[in-house]
């Protein structure tokens, strides 16, 4: 007689994948943030020259080495930090922003 696959097995299976594109989403964060913050610019007539994302996190974004260029004038900025909670910033509110 020839057993079937475990219900155990299944979900086992399911929670396993869907593990492995949250681990996949979290560590393309970083990337997708750089490509979104230059089509962002680009839309207001200002290039991206450079940026480095250094970390990203649910409380927290910290990016370095910032260099944006444009026709009213050049943005640089060493490092760039911004503490939030993720409820009040869908309302759009931050703790605390800080730019050097």
């Given amino acids: ?3 079937g696959v475990s219900k155990w097995k299944i979900i086992s299976w399911i929670v396993a994948v869907i593990c492995a594109t949250l681990v996949f989403i979290w560590s393309s964060m970083p990337r997708f943030l750089e ?4 089509g962002v610019l680009a839309e207001m007539s200002a290039d991206l020259n450079s940026i480095s994302v250094d970390y990203i ?3 927290a974004i910290g990016v370095s080495r910032v260099n944006v260029l444009s026709n009213e004038g ?4 060493k490092q760039l930090d911004v503490r939030y909670d ?4 869908s309302s759009g509110k931050v703790h605390a922003v800080s730019l050097t």
């Fill in 35 to 38: 490509s979104w913050m230059g």
């Fill in 1 to 3: 007689m020839k057993k």
């Fill in 57 to 59: 996190n649910p409380w």
């Fill in 74 to 77: 050049n943005l640089s900025l």
């Fill in 86 to 89: 993720p409820v009040g910033l």
